[in-house]
């Protein structure tokens, strides 16, 4: 029998679920944010230096400690979306989603015929590689298989009402760096019209009941419980609380400014 996604879970028992980004080539860091207790990893096939072999590893071990694997795949292509399910992600995040056809047929690539468009092969890894039943397996699919979205440039933001529209989408994000990119405001992610985009932006896919995702890049505890409260002040219960690189990053510094290195 095939295990729920644990971030239904996680919403059913605290109405929110948290993860974090895994942007290394490394199983040891999901097993790591896994066994710290997160719902979710996000393994970042967009900024991270791997590809499916690696990230079919890295899905295995968050899988293996009870954590859902979702997968930020690197370009929104019916392929790529394929090989990720097929793998065993329990859901994709689809960077710089900007109209509501092309998320129509994201989506359509995430389920199976007649509902969508997904290639059936009844022994891939995500069927246990053929023991568990198609009818079973099919069914656990259009349950369970999570479409995460991510606005990211004035485009999106443009035609986001009809974005959050499309049936089918679980839960949208800003993305709040290319966004600021994109609005001419040079990767400054907390610049008062961006936060004031993200909030506007958030209101109005609940308002549609599309769940939100909030990101939180700092790593400091201080920082992140303000960040957590202000994002579900906005509603959001998909939450990403920093990465693996930016813990390490932040960790590094601190050790050689101990040394007096920097």
């Not at 979702?70 to 019916?78: D, K, L, Y």
Request: net charge negative; charged share 20%; hydrophobic share 45%.
């Amino acid at each position: 029998m095939l295990p729920p996604n644990p971030v239904f879970e996680a919403f059913d028992k605290r109405n929110v679920a948290y993860g974090t980004f895994i942007q290394n080539n490394s199983p040891e860091n999901c097993e790591i944010a896994a066994g710290a207790g997160l719902d979710f990893v996000i393994i970042d096939m967009e900024h991270g230096t791997f590809g499916i072999e690696s990230a079919a590893n890295m899905i295995r071990a968050a899988e293996s400690c009870g954590t859902a694997p979702f997968v930020r795949i690197p370009e929104a292509s019916r392929a790529t979306v394929l090989k990720v399910l097929d793998a065993g992600a329990v859901g994709i995040i689809v960077p710089n989603v900007e109209s509501a056809e092309q998320l129509r047929e994201v989506i359509a690539s995430t389920r199976y015929a007649p509902n969508g468009t997904r290639g059936a092969c009844p022994c891939v890894r995500s069927t246990g590689h053929g023991i568990v039943d198609w009818q079973t397996s099919t069914a656990w699919a259009e349950k369970n298989i999570m479409v995460v979205a991510l606005v990211e440039t004035k485009a999106g933001v443009d035609n986001f009402a009809e974005i959050v529209a499309v049936e089918g989408l679980n839960v949208v994000g800003v993305g709040q760096f290319d966004l600021s990119m994109s609005l001419g405001y040079a990767g400054d992610h907390k610049h008062p019209e961006v936060v004031r985009k993200q909030a506007e932006m958030n209101q109005l896919a609940l308002a549609n009941g599309v769940d939100v995702l909030g990101v939180i890049f700092e790593s400091e505890a201080a920082p992140i419980r303000a960040g957590v409260e202000r994002l579900r002040g906005q509603g959001a219960r998909f939450i990403a609380l920093t990465g693996d690189r930016f813990v390490l990053a932040d960790t590094y510094r601190s050790v050689a400014a101990a040394v007096n290195l920097r």
